[in-house]
């Protein structure tokens, strides 16, 4: 299973690079190209420029994208670390990437950097409640922090369908947890790059890994949270895990390549006066039944 998780873990990374290269109409091999190029690319330094901050965060996202899969990625019929709280150390996870935007972008001594690392914040501080509630109603669901007792909850009714908002709201925060798509201001062109405009040679490409291995991650936690584990006809469970995370991985990239931008002072908006107050009706619909039901 130890030897399983990475493999899984890239092959899901590698399959959102190449969707991702296919939407943007460079083929299957561009991640290839890509990454061979910037692997004999010489590293860019600027100015009074704090490496070990910086490097920090590089390796940070990728880090966190990496534990946050320990806690939810598919390896049989239970998840890497099979742990008491696994949904709140998935979240914990996800919370340490604004640490890794954050170092990585004042750690560069550079204008475009920072602003990417401030954007990141504020779209922290617009997602994470909505993002959190949504969590907390699988939880509340399932009446476990387990993933593997949350799936079994799912054997007569996917979380999908009895809990819609929670879920939408899911997946709209997996755009903005891995900053894609219209929540990919941290990353925007108006600001050179934001984030990643002075990365340059391996530290880019290990920074990218940690994007698309975030993106993959988020994608297969959608499975065991909503949409019933590895539960399916026919294929092993392990299967439908992964044909399910693909079919959502494959949902993310296409509406973060079809989808305008979102500008952020909007988004925080809609989302403390829509999405907070509709996943708190959601939650309180799912404790009823949940209580209703004991």
């Not at 922090?145 to 799912?154: F, S, Y």
């Amino acid at each position: 299973m130890i030897l399983a998780f990475p493999v899984v873990l890239g092959g899901l990374a590698l399959a959102a690079a190449v969707l991702d290269s296919r939407t943007r109409g460079t083929g299957w091999a561009g991640p290839l190209r890509e990454a061979a190029r910037l692997l004999g690319q010489r590293r860019r330094r600027t100015v009074a420029a704090d490496g070990l901050l910086a490097t920090a965060g590089v390796c940070a996202l990728l880090t966190a994208a990496t534990l946050a899969g320990t806690a939810v990625l598919p390896l049989g019929e239970r998840p890497l670390a099979d742990l008491a709280v696994g949904v709140v150390w998935f979240n914990a996870m996800e919370v340490a990437v604004w640490a890794a935007l954050w170092l990585t972008g004042w750690g560069a001594n550079s204008f475009y950097p920072l602003v990417g690392g401030y954007r990141f914040l504020a779209q922290g501080l617009a997602y994470e409640l909505p993002h959190m509630f949504a969590l907390i109603t699988v939880a509340v669901g399932a009446g476990s922090l387990r993933v593997p007792e949350v799936v079994a909850a799912q054997r007569g009714l996917w979380f999908a369908v009895a809990m819609p908002v929670a879920f939408a709201v899911y997946l709209l925060s997996a755009l903005a947890m891995a900053f894609w798509g219209p929540l990919g201001g941290p990353l925007g062109v108006d600001a050179a790059g934001g984030v990643r405009a002075e990365l340059s040679g391996p530290d880019l490409l290990i920074f990218q890994a940690g994007r698309y291995a975030l993106l993959a991650v988020a994608a297969a936690a959608a499975v065991p949270f909503f949409l019933g584990g590895g539960a399916g006809p026919l294929l092993p469970a392990w299967a439908w895990t992964l044909v399910k995370a693909l079919a959502v991985l494959a949902l993310l990239v296409w509406a973060g390549r079809r989808t305008a931008g979102l500008r952020m002072d909007r988004f925080t908006e809609a989302s403390w006066l829509v999405l907070i107050p509709a996943m708190l009706l959601q939650l309180l619909v799912t404790a009823s039944v949940a209580v209703a039901a004991r």
